[in-house]
């Protein structure tokens, strides 16, 4: 089935982005108090009523 592959090839690009993410951020020691990468997220404040 297409959509289980595209499913897979998104979760892989996900995991890769956030691990990319996590790595910059320990770089730049932006962690908390327990060691825990700190990754900012910005949101445009857009919300579905369905």
């Known amino acids: 089935i297409a959509s289980a592959g595209w499913k897979?090839?998104?979760l892989e690009k996900?995991?890769?982005?956030?691990q990319k993410e996590a790595k910059?951020?320990?770089?730049t020691n932006s962690?908390?108090?327990e060691g825990y990468?700190?990754?900012p997220v910005?949101?445009?404040?857009?919300w579905s009523a369905y």
């Open 8 to 10: 897979a090839v998104a």
């Open 14 to 18: 996900m995991t890769e982005a956030a």
């Open 24 to 27: 910059h951020a320990i770089s």
């Open 31 to 33: 962690v908390d108090e």
């Open 37 to 39: 990468p700190l990754v």
């Open 42 to 46: 910005v949101a445009d404040g857009a």
